[in-house]
Every structure is written in C-alpha cells, then in structure tokens.
C-alpha cells in the first residue's frame, strides 16, 4: 500500500511564499503529482514529477527526492486567488490503471 | 470541448433509496474513474475503467457499482444508500496509461439522511 502524509493547514501572507511539504511510502514509485483545489471546486492538475530535482512553472515549482519519498511544491509571489487546498499524489509502478493515491491535502490560507 | 461533465450537481437521498451519477467527457479519453471526498479530506477511488467494458474496483468500492458501454459514459450506481456515503463525488478522466493529467468534473455533492 501507499503512505501520503501532508499537513493539515498553513498560513501565509500575501507576496511571499510558501513550501508544502509531501512524503510518501510506496513500493514501485512512478510520478508524483500536485493538484490544486478551490473550496467547492474540482481538482486541477498543477505539476508532475518522476525525477529527481526541482520543476519550476511560473510563480508554483515542484521538487522531488526519490531517494527520501520526498517532495514539496513552493509558492512564491503569493496572491490571495492561491487560497486552495493542494493535494500531493503518487502514483506506484505496480497500479493497474494509472491510479494515484491521494494525500489529506494542505489547505494554504493567504493573508493580506 | 465540454471536458468532463458530471450530472446532477447536488442530491439529498433517504436511507435505503438508490440514484445514479453520471458522467460523460467527450474527449475520447481511455481511463475513468470515480472518486469521493469527505469534508476536509484527499481523494479516495471508488471503481475505474480502463476501456469500455472493462472496470475494476478501487480503494472503497462497496456499496457502489459501475459501467462502462461507451467510451464517453461512466456512471456511478449507489444501491440501498447510506448515510456514510455522503459525500462529494468526483469523476476523472485521462487518456491513457502513458499521459499524466487526470480532468476532473465539477463534483456531485451528495446528502443521505
């Protein structure tokens, strides 16, 4: 089975930034995803990453140590529209399907 | 492209009544699948679907059914509802095995008392 744990809540203010931590426990890692989730809202796909080393995507970047079960996505310049939920996923070698596992999500609030 | 569409957006059940979600893409997707989520929680998959004809059971797939006779269609059957199946419900599609982008729908936000 897998093991995604994230933290529950984080707060941060307008224009700075912002690291989500993931880690995770899998027996055949291959990818591991961030979506982003506005209350009320459908999950949108923000980043994937199956190396190791830092994807950077505008103002959001992805980074991943397989070696660790570790990853973080960072937020930098933030505004109060990034105000979501962001939830880390993997997805194991062995899933028929192309499954993902999904963690408990991090609810990100920005302050002005 | 209308994406992933999921129908009816909200519905209050009683216990015991049975209902079908439906979701259709039609962006001739391979993979479907269906998740739910409690309040403030992750995503957890019920059944999906690699192909039409072919589905297979998720994480928590009891007390739910599935079918999959078309490319575009993955409805989601609830039988004799519960109230711990009150949730939202989430449908997702993805090209194929190779891709990485799963589309989500809006999500059916389900009540059974």
Redesign the interface.
């Known amino acids: 089975g897998q093991n995604i744990d994230q933290p529950t809540e984080m707060t941060a203010t307008e224009g700075a930034i912002v690291q989500i931590n993931c880690t995770y426990q899998t027996s055949g890692f291959n990818g591991l995803f961030w979506y982003q989730q506005h209350a009320g809202e459908a999950p949108t796909f923000l980043s994937y990453n199956v190396l190791d080393g830092l994807e950077e995507k505008g103002r959001f970047s992805s980074f991943l140590s397989r070696s660790k079960g570790y990853s973080y996505l960072l937020l930098k310049e933030l505004q109060m529209k990034d105000s979501a939920s962001y939830l880390c996923a993997v997805r194991d070698l062995a899933a028929a399907g192309n499954k993902l596992t999904f963690g408990g999500g991090t609810r990100v609030l920005v302050k002005p | 492209n209308a994406g992933v569409t999921q129908t009816p957006k909200f519905r209050i059940l009683k216990i015991g009544q049975s209902m079908t979600l439906q979701c259709t893409q039609d962006m001739n997707h391979n993979?479907m699948?269906w998740y739910r989520q409690d309040p403030?929680?992750?995503?957890?998959?019920i059944y999906?679907?690699?192909g039409a004809g072919i589905t297979?059971k998720?994480?928590v797939p009891n007390g739910y059914n599935v079918s999959r006779s078309t490319t575009e269609d993955f409805p989601l059957r609830l039988e004799l509802a519960a109230p711990s199946q009150t949730s939202v419900y989430?449908c997702a599609s993805?090209l194929?095995?190779a891709?990485?982008?799963?589309?989500?729908?809006?999500?059916t936000r389900l009540t059974v008392t």
């Not at chain 2, 403030?40 to 998959?45: A, F, N, P, V, W």
């Not at chain 2, 891709?99 to 999500?107: A, D, K, L, R, V």
Request: aromatic fraction near 26%.
């Open positions: 993979y699948y403030g929680m992750g995503l957890k998959l999906y679907s690699v297979d998720g994480e989430f993805i194929s095995g891709s990485y982008e799963q589309y989500f729908g809006p999500g």
